[in-house]
């Protein structure tokens, strides 16, 4: 990219600042949080529920976090242990999208709907996957998704019949985009090959990724079972989080699905949502190499208290996976990944890093609370252990914030449809001017 050489860049900073004192007097409400850190009420939703403390009296008290899709609680869909009869995911998808748990036969079209549809249109892997490609997999992504916008022949079509079958087919295809994105990535930018499997029909979204992206295509039950866990818990979490509320903003101006779509997953790459997940992966490969005895408690908090005063990793003070915008007590995301990837690792090589990971979540708080002199709870969220977990089933870090977008895909749609049918306004806040208006339009002085 070309420089510009007129001094477009000198004082950037300067131009752009608004006085930190002005957002007080005007009482905005930055991030759409209130001082508590609640969230402003923008809507309503019957998707999800993500519940991390109460209100008493006013006040913003922790509780136990509880997460439920459309009224029922995560821990129970995903408490199914047959693999062989039941792909959760898949489950959890009708329930996202069509409001009940599917029967065997329901579920059985909906899964069928999906496998049909992994097909991509023709010539689109080597014009629109391998040409130009760009060097991140997220950026791939929402390019794909804008890219079958001109392969729709009815892509401004916003009938319901439309809007799902977009939706079905996103969900189907993304997975196969990215495992193919993410080699055409490997091949571009770092020599390696480009590895080109065929989607086997019939399995599940789980399996097909896990199928596409090892060269033998082997896997075991456990390891796809796994997977699809992750899929489930990265498949919804409410309307306020901000890729959602892009779908929704982005939605509420009646745009075409694909635009919508490929929205979400712009604001989703952002370090401060989806793409956190790098900096939990980060800052728990400096704590590998700085902590010499990964299950010895006292050398653990030593070197957590470091970090939180600024003086290791990357001086930012935050331990990367701890604190969530709703959960206090609890997220329940955490306990579920934690808890099956423990049985996952038992007689592997992975369970010293899991124990670490489980000394991190539990003296964080105290050491956080010790140097900051305060009693903030402060909990351990996914992307504690959800790196953990894609790293232990062999999957590059590259395609983490990616499989997110591949499951989020189906909340995504879920709010799309709620917000046209039940939106019907443009999502338009105010902005106040900074400016004070005197110094603009001074009083009106007669003669």
Request: proline fraction near 4%.
């Amino acid at each position: 990219m070309q420089e510009t050489k007129l001094d477009l860049y000198k004082d950037f900073y300067e131009i752009n600042a608004i006085d930190p004192e002005l957002f007080e007097r005007f009482e905005v409400k930055r991030g759409l949080r209130n001082h508590d850190g609640t969230g402003v009420m923008a809507g309503l939703t019957n998707i999800a529920n993500v519940h991390g403390y109460i209100v008493i009296d006013g006040e913003k008290c922790p509780d136990e976090g509880r997460l439920f899709y459309r009224g029922h609680d995560i821990c129970d869909l995903v408490s199914a242990d047959d693999v062989t009869k039941r792909w959760n995911f898949e489950e959890i998808a009708y329930l996202l999208l069509m409001g009940k748990l599917p029967n065997t036969e329901e579920l059985e079209a909906l899964v069928g709907c999906i496998d049909a549809q992994r097909e991509l249109p023709d010539g689109f892997t080597p014009s629109l996957i391998m040409k130009d490609t760009p060097s991140d997999l997220m950026n791939l992504l929402a390019r794909s998704v804008l890219l079958l916008y001109s392969t729709d022949p009815n892509a401004e079509d916003r009938s319901p019949k439309h809007e799902i079958d977009t939706a079905l087919s996103l969900i189907s295809r993304i997975p196969r985009i990215m495992v193919l994105g993410y080699f055409a990535i490997q091949a571009r930018y770092k020599g390696d090959s480009m590895i080109m499997h065929r989607f086997i029909p019939g399995q599940s979204t789980a399996e097909t990724i896990l199928s596409m992206l090892r060269p033998n295509r082997e896997f075991s039950a456990d390891e796809a079972r796994m997977l699809d866990i992750m899929l489930c818990l990265h498949a919804e979490h409410g309307g306020g989080n901000n890729s959602t509320f892009t779908m929704r903003t982005i939605t509420s101006s009646d745009t075409d699905a694909y635009s919508a779509y490929s929205a979400a997953i712009g604001s989703l790459k952002g370090l401060r949502h989806g793409g956190a997940n790098h900096q939990v992966l980060a800052m728990q490969r400096n704590i590998k190499e700085n902590v010499k005895n990964w299950s010895n408690e006292g050398e653990v908090a030593d070197y957590l208290e470091k970090i939180v005063r600024k003086e290791a990793f990357d001086r930012t003070g935050l331990i990367y996976g701890m604190g969530h915008a709703v959960y206090t007590l609890s997220d329940p995301r955490t306990a579920i990944c934690r808890d099956n990837a423990t049985r996952l690792v038992q007689g592997t090589e992975f369970e010293a890093e899991l124990h670490l990971l489980q000394l991190i979540e539990q003296l964080s708080p105290e050491v956080f609370n010790k140097v900051k002199g305060g009693n903030k709870s402060l909990c351990a969220n996914v992307d504690m252990y959800s790196g953990f977990v894609y790293t232990m089933l062999g999957i590059p870090e590259e395609l983490i914030t990616p499989l997110f977008a591949s499951a989020r895909m189906v909340g995504w749609a879920a709010h799309r449809f709620e917000e046209i049918v039940s939106g019907k306004r443009i999502i338009r806040p105010a902005y106040k001017s900074a400016v004070i208006e005197e110094s603009i339009c001074p009083p009106y002085q007669s003669d």
